[in-house]
């Protein structure tokens, strides 16, 4: 079992990043810190962005991770597809219905553009004696590109909004070369790049 287990806070020198984990079966794991910050990340709690973006090589595929503000960037995923990712692992922390939706949109946005999977989750609830967490509204959902033989609204699996439940979906791969080689659009195939690059 591969084991994403969302963002921490972590501490590297003098300054704090926003990082999420991936813990692998052989107790290794990999980190990537979040590289787009809000501006309440800065100023209530002094976040730091991180320096790059890697994929992470598993027995499944080529993994992201891509916290929250970041997927509101298609730059950044165009260039986790563009190094092999199939999967984009996005967990979230909002906590109201404007920030839920922002990202929520931009996940299924990036499945369509890079034509991949996005997996996102979002925190639910409250933890009242902690700042800036008093209040949580988050969906698990796990999305895939618009396209046959996908779903036709691109939901593989969604939880119920606000809920903390557990969700699953199989992820086929092989779907993906197909829609990329013979979809109805081919969008990761007419990319541009002679126009705008994948910035590897």
């Not at 806070?9 to 300054?15: E, I, L, N």
């Not at 813990?23 to 787009?36: A, C, I, M, S, V």
């Not at 002094?46 to 595929?61: K, M, R, S, W």
């Not at 699953?168 to 195939?189: K, M, N």
């Amino acid at each position: 079992m591969y084991l994403f287990a969302g963002t921490h806070v972590t501490k590297r020198g003098d300054a704090l990043r926003n990082t999420a984990f991936l813990f692998k079966p052989d107790g290794t794991w990999h980190t990537q810190d979040k590289l787009h910050i809000t501006p309440t990340e800065v100023e209530s709690w002094n976040v730091q962005p991180g320096d790059g973006v890697e994929v992470i090589d598993t027995p499944y595929g080529k993994v992201g991770l891509l916290t929250c503000y970041d997927i509101e960037f298609p730059e950044i995923v165009r260039m986790v597809r563009a190094k092999g990712a199939n999967v984009i692992f996005c967990p979230s922390c909002t906590d109201d219905r404007h920030g839920f939706h922002r990202v929520r949109y931009c996940c299924h946005a990036r499945t369509v553009e890079n034509q991949i999977y996005v997996v996102t989750t979002g925190t639910v609830g409250s933890l009242t004696n902690v700042d800036f967490m008093r209040a949580n509204y988050g969906q698990a959902a796990v999305i895939a590109p618009n396209d046959i033989p996908f779903p036709p609204g691109g939901i593989l699996s969604e939880g119920d909004t606000n809920a903390d439940m557990l969700i699953t979906a199989d992820l086929d791969l092989s779907l993906l070369d197909q829609v990329r080689e013979a979809g109805s659009v081919t969008t990761w195939r007419d990319r541009r790049v002679d126009l705008y690059t994948d910035w590897q």
